[in-house]
């Protein structure tokens, strides 16, 4: 039996321990804001953060995360960085398909996690590995820049 915490919640599985983490939160406990994008962690649609770090969920068996803490989109209303960049997704209207969306939130909020008051060097770096098909990086950008500064008061 392979146990972790999923959004604060004990999780267990027994099944195959080389199964993806993204299929586990999406089939077996039914957490679908979580996206498949590439399968190859190039896209970033997948993105999780375990232990606090960003994680391509669609890559990374669940034996990997054994006695971790694992944290999804579902989780990002709960947590006030989340709550802010959410909040400046939709002020500065960065969804447009929406698809990447969760995977570019959970890593914008990795990034204000460990750097308050990022430039657009920081931003870029951080989010490099979300691609975003309607090409929205210029809202996405402004949004975290929002995320900082509401931060900060």
């Known amino acids: 039996m392979m146990n972790f915490t999923i959004n604060g919640q004990p999780a267990a599985f027994d099944g195959d321990p080389q199964m993806p983490l993204l299929w586990f939160l999406r089939d077996e406990i039914g957490l ?5 994008g590439c399968g190859m962690a190039l896209c ?7 232990d606090g770090l960003p994680l391509r969920s669609c890559v990374t068996p669940v034996s990997a995360v054994v ?5 999804t989109i579902e989780a990002a209303e709960k947590d006030k960085i989340g709550q802010i960049i ?5 002020e500065e209207q960065v969804p447009q398909c929406g698809y990447c969306q969760s995977g570019q939130i959970m890593s914008a909020m ?3 996690s460990h750097k308050a008051d990022p430039s657009d060097a920081d931003i870029d770096a951080a989010m490099s590995g979300n691609i975003c098909r309607c090409a929205a990086y210029p809202r ?10 509401a931060l900060k008061s």
């Open 44 to 50: 970033g649609a997948c993105t999780v953060h375990v």
């Open 110 to 112: 990795a990034l204000l």
């Open 86 to 90: 959410q909040t400046a997704w939709v």
């Open 67 to 71: 006695g971790k803490n694992v944290v």
């Open 140 to 149: 996405i950008r402004a949004a975290i820049h929002k995320a900082a500064e």
């Open 32 to 36: 679908t804001g979580t996206k498949f």
